[in-house]
């Protein structure tokens, strides 16, 4: 197994989309988020399983954040 801690910059400003984010990250398979940073500018997620640290960052990033970016902020 290859697991991770990575970091997630947030471009998500209001709270109830953070904690969407948060949740999704949640319940998808092999993820967990973690933590957030005191500034809640980046979610910290665990991993189980990614050889890409830096490719599974910019999925959540594509996938899920910018998605609830429009529903949430526009």
Known sequence: MHSHFVTVPL???TPEA???LAGTITMTPGTVSA???AD???LLVHCLETDD????VSDIKSRYESRLQRI???
């Open 18 to 20: 953070i904690t969407a």
């Open 35 to 37: 933590s957030l940073s």
């Open 53 to 56: 640290p830096e490719k599974t």
């Open 40 to 42: 809640g500018r980046a």
């Open 72 to 74: 949430f902020e526009t």
């Open 11 to 13: 471009d998500l400003k």
